[in-house]
C-alpha cells in the first residue's frame, strides 16, 4: 500500500515494504524528483538502511560469538512496515523484531521511521527502541534517489551537487566485492562543486568518512530548481549513481560498509551504535525542494 501527504508545494509517496518513499513530487512546477525504481536499471526509489549500512565481510555479522547472516544494507528495505499513524502532511511507520529478524539479528527492538512535510520541505526521522534487556548495537542510513535531469532538454553533466564547505573530497575506496579496500582517493571540488559525469561512478560508490560539510544541494546550471538535503546528525555520506543511469543518489549514512578482513564483533565495526535496555536512538535528516 501507498501513503500520500501532501501540501501545495510537495506530494510525497511512501510504500509499506521499507517504509521507502516512492515519489517527491513537485506540485509547483510538475516535476517528479525521485527516481521511479525501473527495475531494468536500479529497481529502488530510497531504501531505508537497517540495521546495517553497506556491506558485511563474509555477509555476517557477529554477535556475542555468533555469526548470523546479513545482507547488504540489512533488511529494512524488504521488510513489511506497519503504517501507525498518518495524516495530511505526517505519516509513522513501524517495524518490529520477530523470528525472522532475530534469525540475522537477534535484537528486540522497534524501528519507527516518520515523514512530515513543512512546506518545501520533507524531514525523515528515524527511531530505535532497544525491547530487550541487553545492549543493542545498530545503524541506520538514507539512499534516496534523484532524478537527473529535471527536466526534458537538459543532460547528466549540466548537475553538479554543491558542498557547505569548500576543499577537495576524500573518498574511501571500495573494492569489487562492495568492501572497503581500505585505499583512499581525493577528489577536487571547483568552487564547492562535484561535477555529475558519466565516469564518475566508474569505480563504484564516493564514501565520504571524513566529510566536513552537512548539507549539499543538487543543482543545474540551466535551471533554478535544486534540491537540498540537511544531515546534521549523519557524519558519513554517500554519493552514487549506476554509471549511465539519469538519477543521483545522495546518500546520509550513520554505518558504513566493513573493511575486507575477517569479520569482527558487531560492536567494533565503523559507525555502529549502542543503545541502551529501555532507550532510543533517534536521528534525522530533511530534502528541501527548491523552485
Known amino acids: 500500500m501507498t501513503h500520500t501527504l501532501q501540501n501545495q508545494y510537495l506530494r510525497v509517496g511512501i510504500r509499506d515494504q521499507g517504509a521507502e518513499l516512492t515519489s517527491i513530487f513537485n506540485r509547483?512546477?510538475?516535476?517528479e524528483h525521485l527516481w521511479q525504481a525501473d527495475p531494468n536499471v536500479w529497481p529502488w526509489h530510497a531504501p531505508n538502511l537497517?540495521?546495517?549500512v553497506g556491506?558485511?565481510?563474509?555477509?555476517q555479522i557477529v554477535v556475542d560469538g555468533r555469526t548470523y547472516p546479513l545482507k547488504r544494507h540489512g533488511?529494512?528495505?524488504?521488510?513489511?512496515f506497519i503504517c501507525t499513524e498518518s495524516s495530511t502532511?505526517?505519516?509513522?511507520?513501524?517495524l518490529h523484531s520477530s523470528e525472522a529478524t532475530?534469525?540475522?539479528y537477534p535484537y528486540d527492538f522497534v524501528f519507527?521511521?516518520?515523514y512530515e512535510l513543512d512546506g518545501s520541505e520533507l524531514t525523515v526521522t528515524y527511531r530505535v527502541k532497544n525491547k530487550g534487556t541487553d545492549n543493542m548495537f545498530m545503524s541506520v542510513g538514507a539512499h534516496p534517489a534523484f532524478n537527473v535531469p529535471f527536466q526534458p532538454g537538459e543532460d547528466y553533466t549540466d548537475y553538479y551537487i554543491e558542498f557547505e564547505r569548500d576543499g577537495s573530497l576524500e573518498t574511501s575506496l571500495l573494492g569489487a566485492d562492495g568492501l572497503l579496500s581500505g585505499e583512499k582517493a581525493r577528489i577536487s571540488l571547483d568552487n564547492r562543486q562535484l561535477n555529475l559525469t558519466p565516469t564518475l561512478f566508474d569505480n563504484d560508490a564516493l564514501v565520504l568518512l571524513t566529510l566536513k560539510s552537512r548539507q549539499v544541494t543538487l543543482k543545474s546550471r540551466k535551471n533554478n530548481h535544486s534540491i537540498r538535503l540537511d544531515f546534521a546528525v549523519f557524519p558519513y555520506l554517500g554519493i552514487w549513481a549506476k554509471p549511465g543511469a539519469p538519477f543521483v543518489c545522495i546518500e546520509p549514512w550513520l554505518g558504513v560498509a566493513?573493511?575486507?578482513s575477517k569479520p569482527r564483533p558487531i560492536e567494533g565495526k565503523q559507525g555502529i551504535h549502542r543503545i541502551r535496555p529501555g532507550n532510543s536512538f533517534v536521528a534525522h535528516y530533511s530534502i528541501t525542494v527548491k523552485s
Open 89 to 94: 502532511e505526517f505519516a509513522s511507520f513501524e
Open 102 to 104: 532475530k534469525a540475522v
Open 28 to 31: 509547483q512546477t510538475g516535476i
Open 75 to 80: 533488511f529494512a528495505r524488504t521488510s513489511e
Open 50 to 52: 537497517f540495521p546495517v
Open 258 to 260: 566493513d573493511t575486507s
Open 55 to 59: 556491506g558485511q565481510t563474509n555477509d
Open 112 to 114: 519507527e521511521i516518520t
